[in-house]
């Protein structure tokens, strides 16, 4: 029961902001994503991610922006099939080895669930992990929230895009999300929520690549030389 546990809670990052590759724009924010409400999550072209995306649920990440960080929950809604844009050569993420009759890629469709309350910063997480008390602003921590935040793979392996998280850090990112942490200002650190965009105003693509701000030295854990970006990004909406 406890590998069960271990195996179904997950982050997956996804762009807030535009970014044109190929001349499609890479952005999915968590606006986008409460509005298209399911959406397939295609792109993932690196195999440790791949094989993560089982059934899971899953913190929503705002990637590759000024200010990164957990911006929303949701669940994995339809379990893996063959991602088809690796065979299209007009797509960003096109992959020449990835065939339509050997898929190489794999994507799942992911259900928007919630906003997070309060957005979680990266900032705010990174300072929580240097911890060994947790702070008086945030009194309804414990000293094993704390540690499961520093174990997160979003502090120490930050590149993956898709990367599995215990149901400890899940348990504490949802109480932060709910209980904010007002008081920490002093540390820089912001509680600003993702404003959120008029009806319509969303796109069909989203994606991003490694993180510069978020990497571990330059690390990547690419199995083949030739990938050597790692790719996030949900795109259409799922009727």
């Not at 190929?22 to 959406?39: A, I, L, N, Y």
Request: no cysteine; charged share 30%.
């Amino acid at each position: 029961m406890a590998e069960e546990h271990t195996l179904s809670y997950y982050l997956m990052k996804a762009e807030p902001d535009s970014r044109v590759v190929k001349g499609k724009d890479v952005k999915f924010s968590v606006d986008d994503f409460e509005q298209v409400k399911v959406t397939a999550w295609e792109g993932v072209r690196n195999y440790q991610a791949r094989n993560f995306m089982q059934k899971m649920k899953v913190l929503f990440y705002h990637s590759n922006t000024k200010i990164p960080g957990i911006a929303g929950f949701a669940e994995v809604a339809k379990e893996a099939y063959p991602d088809q844009t690796a065979w299209d050569k007009n797509h960003p993420y096109y992959d020449e080895k990835s065939k339509a009759d050997s898929p190489r890629w794999y994507m799942v469709d992911v259900r928007f669930v919630s906003r997070a309350v309060n957005f979680v910063p990266l900032a705010l997480l990174r300072y929580l992990s240097t911890l060994i008390d947790p702070p008086a602003e945030m009194a309804y921590l414990t000293e094993d929230d704390l540690k499961a935040i520093k174990n997160m793979p979003l502090l120490n392996r930050g590149r993956l895009s898709v990367q599995q998280i215990n149901k400890g850090a899940w348990d504490t990112i949802s109480k932060i999300a709910t209980n904010g942490f007002e008081g920490l200002e002093n540390y820089g650190l912001t509680s600003t929520n993702p404003k959120r965009k008029r009806k319509g105003d969303t796109t069909a693509l989203a994606g991003d690549i490694l993180e510069h701000d978020e990497g571990n030295g330059g690390e990547t854990l690419m199995s083949e030389k030739a990938n050597t970006r790692e790719i996030r990004k949900s795109k259409r909406a799922k009727k």
